[in-house]
T-cell receptor
Framework: AQSVAQPEDQVNVAEGNPLTVKCTYSVSGNPYLFWYVQYPNRGLQFLLKYITGDNLVKGSYGFEAEFNKSQTSFHLKKPSALVSDSALYFCAVRDMTTDSWGKFQFGAGTQVVVTP | GAGVSQSPSNKVTEKGKDVELRCDPI?????LYWYRQSLGQGLEFLIYFQGNSAPDKSGLPSDRFSAERTGGSVSTLTIQRTQQEDSAVYLC??????????????FGNGTRLTVT
């Protein structure tokens, strides 16, 4: 089965500093990777996706993610973090294997705390 | 356009009572998912509907949980004889057909269930 892993429960960063949220994947075949953000008391919001093409994907709110096939990683990045970026971030892979056609598999989530 | 709509937004029920949670997906979205999220935690997959295919019920935690999707649109998640451990936020999400593998999930704001 396809899966993603988020090795960090929490990431702390000072406002204005670069932010990185890590995600590694395990898939057979082509990976279809997504990042979501969850603000307090809200549902998840789509940030960006990698399907094919350029390894650097740009998304909403100034976020980008780098797909690295050799390291099987899809880390989320933002050059300069804002306090308002404090939220829970989820990496996901869309499982296109026969048994789970189209099903999304989510990582455990990483809490990002940006301090002023 | 309208997003994924869930009702009620909050539900408080007594232990042992049955509850029904409703999800109205985005029009035209044939894939529909239910997830459960305990406070500040990750997403627990419950069930996945894809068009007219048999639903993937592999995540339902017990036979007290069931879900249906009428007419390929609105879905209802039913929990019978609720227990305190059922307290959580229940999230619904929808997407285009799984054949559109680059289609992201769109989430509702969830139903917060509290079992007293």
């Amino acid at each position: 089965a396809q899966s993603v892993a988020q090795p960090e429960d929490q990431v702390n960063v000072a406002e204005g500093n670069p932010l990185t949220v890590k995600c590694t994947y395990s898939v057979s075949g082509n990976p279809y990777l997504f990042w979501y953000v969850q603000y307090p008391n809200r549902g998840l919001q789509f940030l960006l996706k990698y399907i094919t093409g350029d390894n650097l994907v740009k998304g909403s709110y100034g976020f980008e993610a780098e797909f690295n096939k050799s390291q099987t990683s899809f880390h989320l990045k933002k050059p300069s973090a804002l306090v308002s970026d404090s939220a829970l971030y989820f990496c996901a892979v869309r499982d296109m294997t026969t048994d789970s056609w189209g099903k999304f598999q989510f990582g455990a989530g990483t809490q990002v705390v940006v301090t002023p | 356009g309208a997003g994924v709509s869930q009702s009620p937004s909050n539900k408080v029920t007594e232990k042992g009572k049955d509850v029904e949670l409703r999800c109205d997906p985005i029009s035209g979205h044939t894939a529909l998912y239910w997830y459960r999220q305990s406070l500040g935690q990750g997403l627990e997959f419950l069930i996945y509907f894809q068009g007219n295919s048999a639903p993937d019920k592999s995540g339902l935690p017990s036979d007290r949980f069931s879900a249906e999707r009428t007419g390929g649109s609105v879905s209802t998640l039913t929990i019978q004889r609720t227990q305190q451990e059922d307290s959580a936020v229940y999230l619904c999400a929808s997407s285009l057909a799984s054949s559109y593998y680059n289609s992201p999930l769109h989430f509702g704001n969830g139903t917060r269930l509290t079992v007293t």
